[in-house]
């Protein structure tokens, strides 16, 4: 069975800071890594996908790697902003015997403060 | 394109009543899912269909039925509400080979009494 952890569970940074969020997985045979932001009440909203091929993707001030034979990927945010308040979750697509099933991380909730 | 959307936002239910919560993509996607989100379990696959009339169950599929008459829709059936099916309900779609993007719709808020 395929397990999503994320750590840390929140976080709390000064707006200016460069951060780092973890996430790691209990099976490498995976298709594809999503990392997705979701405000309170809201919706997943897709930030970076990362194929299994692939080991990172960058979209603005968004970094996302990928290790995928020890089972780890980090989403780095630049220059954070309290815009980028939200919970960060992750999730991989395969492993653990299922081909369509997304398994998701608790998230990470970030605070940014002015 | 209107992307995944999901009908209604909010309901409340009482224990034993039935209901229906709609799910559409008007991007051609094969496959959809839906997930639950609950406070502390994160998100979990309910049932999910790759293609028009082909449905499978995820992890928690009890208490829920689904069907796939088109590739546009994949409504999700309540048949007898409980307490512990207050939830967050996400729909989800993609094209159908494996490892492409799933996007999500805006969710539907439940709370049966």
């Known amino acids: 069975k395929q397990e999503v952890t994320q750590i840390p569970a929140a976080l709390s940074v000064p707006e200016g800071e460069n951060l780092v969020l973890n996430c790691s997985f209990t099976d490498s045979a995976i298709y594809n890594l999503q990392w997705f932001r979701q405000d309170p009440g809201k919706g997943l909203t897709s930030l970076l996908l990362i194929q299994s091929s692939q080991r990172e993707q960058t979209s603005g001030r968004l970094n996302a790697s990928l290790d995928k034979s020890s089972g780890r990927s980090t989403l780095y945010i630049a220059a954070s902003q309290p815009g980028d308040s939200a919970t960060y979750l992750c999730?991989?697509?395969?492993?653990?015997?299922?081909?369509?099933?997304?398994?998701f991380g608790k998230g990470t909730l970030l605070t940014v403060n002015p | 394109n209107a992307g995944v959307t999901q009908t209604p936002k909010f309901q409340v239910l009482k224990t034993g009543q039935s209901m229906t919560l709609q799910c559409a993509q008007d991007?051609?996607?094969?496959?959809m899912s839906w997930y639950r989100q609950d406070p502390g379990m994160g998100l979990r696959l309910i049932h999910y269909s790759v293609g028009a009339g082909i449905t499978d169950q995820g992890e928690v599929p009890n208490g829920y039925n689904v069907s796939r008459s088109t590739t546009e829709d994949f409504p999700l059936r309540l048949l007898s509400a409980a307490p512990s099916q207050t939830s967050v309900y996400f729909c989800?779609?993609?094209?159908?080979?494996?490892?492409?993007?799933?996007?999500f719709g805006p969710g539907t808020r439940l709370t049966v009494t």
């Open positions: 989800a779609s993609s094209l159908r080979q494996e490892g492409r993007e799933q996007y």
């Open positions: 991007m051609n996607h094969e496959y």
């Open positions: 999730a991989v697509h395969g492993g653990g015997g299922s081909n369509y099933k997304l398994t």
